[in-house]
C-alpha cells in the first residue's frame, strides 16, 4: 500500500481511537550515529518569519560537532551537543524560586525573534491559579550537559489560551528576553504548513524533527552527557500523521517525534529546499488511543504526541518580529 493510502488510514483510525492526554513515552526508533537533517519541499507552506544565522555562528544540519563518546543503549533520541545553528537557538524555559537558585520546573523553548522565544502556555501558566506564574523566567538558549553561555529574563509575555482550562490547540506562549540572545544565537522561521491536506502528510513524511529538554533525557544509558533535562535530545525523521478537525483536541496535530515532559514548547522543524530552517509546529504533550493503531512504519502504539500548527500563533509572533 502507497504512504498516500497509509496515511488516510492511520489518520481516520485516529479519530476513533484517541482519548486523553497521558504521560507514558512514544515509542519510536531512530539511529543517532549518522543523524543529520536534510532538505525537503513542502507543497503546501508560506514562510511566515524568516529564519536568521548570526554571521559569526556555523550551522550545521549535524546536532552533534563531532565524534560521541558515550554508550548508547537503545534510546531513540540523539543528543544535542552542537553549539552550531540551528542547534543554538533551542534552550531550556526554567521557573525559578525566590532563592534565585532552585529550578521548579522547566519546558523547552525556541528563539525565533532577536528577543522573543516561543514555547507552551501551561509552560508561563501556573496550574493551580490558571494565571501566569509569579515566579521568575529564564531562558537559557543551547543548553549541553547543563551549562549554556548566556541567560536572559522574561520580562513580558503573550499567550493564546489555558490548556487546563481552555482551548489544548492554543497552547502558545510567546516570551520576550530582556536582551536581544536571537543576534547571538540566531533564531529559526517559521512556515504555515497545510497538515489537513493529504498530499502535504505524504511529502513531509519522516521529514521532521523536535528537540526538547526532557526530563527522562540523557538516559542511563548515556554516560558523561548529565543529568536529565541538562542535554537537549533530538527526535529526527518524524511525521504529522493528521491535524485533528474535531473532539477535546480539536486543531491540534497529531505526530511521531519522540519526547517526555520537559520537551513541552519544542520546535517542530524542518530543514527546507531554501537551506533554512523552520518551524511547522510547536509540541504541546501526548495522546493515549483506546486501542493500538499501526503506523506507516509498521509499528504499533497506544500512544501518540501532539502539537498544534503555526497559524495558531504566527500572527502574534509576526507583530511581536516587528515590534522588536
Same mark, same amino acid.
Given at each position: 500500500?502507497?504512504?498516500?493510502?497509509?496515511?488516510?488510514?492511520?489518520?481516520?483510525?485516529?479519530?476513533?481511537?484517541?482519548?486523553?492526554?497521558?504521560?507514558?513515552?512514544?515509542?519510536?526508533?531512530?539511529?543517532?550515529?549518522?543523524?543529520?537533517?536534510?532538505?525537503?519541499?513542502?507543497?503546501?507552506?508560506?514562510?511566515?518569519?524568516?529564519?536568521?544565522?548570526?554571521?559569526?555562528?556555523?550551522?550545521?544540519?549535524?546536532?552533534?560537532?563531532?565524534?560521541?563518546?558515550?554508550?548508547?543503549?537503545?534510546?531513540?533520541?540523539?543528543?544535542?551537543?552542537?553549539?552550531?545553528?540551528?542547534?543554538?537557538?533551542?534552550?531550556?524555559?526554567?521557573?525559578?524560586?525566590?532563592?534565585?537558585?532552585?529550578?521548579?520546573?522547566?519546558?523547552?523553548?525556541?528563539?525565533?525573534?532577536?528577543?522573543?522565544?516561543?514555547?507552551?502556555?501551561?509552560?508561563?501558566?501556573?496550574?493551580?491559579?490558571?494565571?501566569?506564574?509569579?515566579?521568575?523566567?529564564?531562558?537559557?538558549?543551547?543548553?549541553?550537559?547543563?551549562?549554556?553561555?548566556?541567560?536572559?529574563?522574561?520580562? $513580558?509575555?503573550?499567550?493564546?489560551?489555558? &490548556?487546563? *482550562?481552555?482551548? #489544548? @490547540?492554543?497552547?502558545? +506562549? /510567546?516570551?520576550?528576553? %530582556?536582551?536581544?540572545?536571537?543576534?547571538?544565537?540566531?533564531f529559526l522561521g517559521w512556515r504555515e504548513v497545510d497538515f489537513t491536506d493529504a498530499d502535504t502528510l505524504l511529502a513531509m513524511a519522516s521529514q521532521l524533527s523536535v528537540v526538547g529538554y526532557s526530563a527522562d533525557f540523557p538516559t542511563a544509558a548515556l554516560s558523561g552527557l548529565g543529568e536529565p533535562g541538562e542535554t537537549a535530545g533530538l527526535s529526527a525523521n518524524c511525521s504529522v500523521l493528521t491535524q485533528l478537525l474535531e473532539g477535546e483536541f480539536a486543531g491540534s496535530l497529531?505526530?511521531?517525534?519522540?519526547?517526555?515532559?520537559?520537551?513541552?514548547?519544542?520546535?517542530?522543524?524542518?530543514?527546507?529546499?531554501?537551506?533554512?530552517?523552520?518551524?511547522?509546529?510547536?509540541?504541546?504533550?501526548?495522546?493515549?488511543?483506546?486501542?493500538?493503531?499501526?503506523?506507516?512504519?509498521?509499528?504499533?502504539? $497506544?500512544?501518540?504526541?501532539?502539537?498544534? &500548527?503555526? *497559524?495558531?500563533? #504566527? @500572527?502574534?509572533?509576526? +507583530? /511581536?518580529?516587528?515590534? %522588536?
Amino acid at each position: 500500500m502507497k504512504w498516500h493510502g497509509i496515511v488516510a488510514i492511520v489518520a481516520g483510525s485516529l479519530g476513533a481511537a484517541i482519548a486523553t492526554a497521558g504521560a507514558a513515552p512514544p515509542v519510536f526508533a531512530q539511529r543517532f550515529d549518522e543523524v543529520r537533517l536534510e532538505p525537503i519541499t513542502s507543497p503546501s507552506s508560506a514562510i511566515g518569519g524568516r529564519a536568521y544565522v548570526p554571521p559569526q555562528r556555523l550551522s550545521s544540519p549535524r546536532p552533534i560537532d563531532g565524534p560521541l563518546r558515550a554508550v548508547v543503549n537503545e534510546d531513540d533520541r540523539t543528543p544535542v551537543l552542537s553549539q552550531r545553528y540551528p542547534w543554538s537557538a533551542i534552550g531550556r524555559v526554567d521557573w525559578i524560586a525566590p532563592d534565585g537558585v532552585t529550578v521548579l520546573g522547566a519546558c523547552t523553548g525556541t528563539l525565533i525573534g532577536p528577543q522573543i522565544v516561543l514555547t507552551n502556555a501551561h509552560c508561563l501558566l501556573d496550574p493551580e491559579t490558571d494565571q501566569p506564574t509569579p515566579h521568575k523566567i529564564l531562558f537559557r538558549p543551547n543548553v549541553v550537559q547543563g551549562r549554556g553561555e548566556e541567560i536572559a529574563t522574561v520580562v $513580558a509575555y503573550d499567550y493564546g489560551d489555558s &490548556p487546563f *482550562s481552555g482551548s #489544548a @490547540a492554543d497552547d502558545w +506562549a /510567546l516570551l520576550t528576553l %530582556d536582551k536581544p540572545l536571537g543576534e547571538q544565537f540566531g533564531f529559526l522561521g517559521w512556515r504555515e504548513v497545510d497538515f489537513t491536506d493529504a498530499d502535504t502528510l505524504l511529502a513531509m513524511a519522516s521529514q521532521l524533527s523536535v528537540v526538547g529538554y526532557s526530563a527522562d533525557f540523557p538516559t542511563a544509558a548515556l554516560s558523561g552527557l548529565g543529568e536529565p533535562g541538562e542535554t537537549a535530545g533530538l527526535s529526527a525523521n518524524c511525521s504529522v500523521l493528521t491535524q485533528l478537525l474535531e473532539g477535546e483536541f480539536a486543531g491540534s496535530l497529531i505526530h511521531t517525534c519522540d519526547t517526555n515532559p520537559g520537551a513541552s514548547g519544542a520546535p517542530i522543524f524542518a530543514l527546507f529546499e531554501d537551506g533554512e530552517y523552520y518551524i511547522v509546529g510547536l509540541h504541546t504533550g501526548s495522546v493515549s488511543l483506546l486501542e493500538n493503531v499501526t503506523l506507516p512504519t509498521g509499528e504499533q502504539t $497506544a500512544v501518540l504526541n501532539r502539537g498544534i &500548527p503555526v *497559524s495558531r500563533w #504566527a @500572527a502574534q509572533a509576526t +507583530a /511581536l518580529r516587528e515590534a %522588536d
